[in-house]
């Protein structure tokens, strides 16, 4: 009977002891558990605190109105920014500008870039000068011939490989009425071959190719020191009155107007 009960006490000492063993085994593994959470939310706090900095200058809350001074160097993408905006500032006002505004301030700096300079501007003058030089040589009785210019050149939107559209408006002397003997798509045939071989012997050009049967009849040519290409046409000044009309448009709203 002793051994009996002392066996029991002996199981029963083992058995506590065992889940003591157990017990502090849980306790070290909820420690570690525990200071790996501190440590994460140590973690997530600096990130936390990173990211609510990063917003907070996103929202503009503690930074000036406008963006940093800057110009660009490449774009987004990395490819080389476009030539219009080397050495430009960067697009916007603000720390988040609007993209319509950006839009439409890089239009205006490509315009800007692509327009023609003085002297491609200047040189385009001097062929149509020319042109009226020949014209008047040709001392035509009782008409007035004067050249001028509709299309890309009148709105100063043209490219600078474009070509010169250009209409010589007969004219009855001292007035500015077309001649009734141009007022016909025969005559005005005529008159453009005439004009053609004229061109060539005063050395504007060394080829001119007659479109005499076209719907607007007209000479294809290239002048021949700039080699800039020109259109004539005859007595067509409806493009001369749409001109100025695309062109006071453009100088008023252009480019928001795109």
């Known amino acids: 009977m ?3 009960t002392r066996q029991a006490t002996q199981v029963k000492a083992a058995q506590k002891e065992t889940e003591d063993f157990i017990q502090l085994a849980n306790s070290s593994e909820d420690e570690e558990e525990e200071e790996e959470e501190q440590g994460g939310d140590d973690d997530a706090a600096v ?6 900095h990063k917003r907070k200058a996103d929202d503009g809350e503690d930074g000036d109105t406008e963006p940093q001074v800057g110009v660009y160097e490449k774009c987004y ?7 219009w905006l080397l050495g430009m500032r960067r697009l916007g006002q603000g720390k988040i500008p609007d993209i319509s505004e950006m839009v439409n301030e890089e239009v205006s700096k490509f315009v800007d870039y692509i ?3 003085p002297e491609e501007h200047q040189m385009r003058v001097w062929v149509i000068e020319r042109m009226q030089r020949v014209l008047n040589n040709m001392k035509m009785i ?5 050249a001028k210019c509709f299309g890309s050149f009148e709105t100063r939107l043209y490219l600078p ?15 500015t009425k077309v001649a009734a003997s141009y007022q016909t798509k025969e005559a005005i045939r005529r008159y453009l071959f005439t004009l053609a071989r004229e061109l060539k012997r005063a050395g504007f050009c060394q080829k001119c190719e007659v479109i005499a049967h076209a719907r ?31 062109r006071s448009f453009s100088e008023r709203v252009y480019p928001h107007s795109l």
């Open 2 to 4: 002793a051994v009996h």
């Open 47 to 52: 990130t936390i605190s990173n990211n609510t």
């Open 77 to 83: 993408n990395g490819q080389p920014v476009p030539p």
């Open 115 to 117: 327009s023609p300079t």
């Open 142 to 146: 009782s008409v007035t011939p004067v």
């Open 161 to 175: 490989t474009s070509d010169i559209d250009m209409t010589i408006m007969l004219y009855r002397e001292g007035t």
């Open 216 to 246: 607007v009849p007209i000479i294809k040519t290239h002048e021949m020191v700039t080699g800039i290409a020109v259109d004539i046409s005859i007595n067509a000044d409806s493009g001369v009155q749409s001109a100025g009309v695309q």
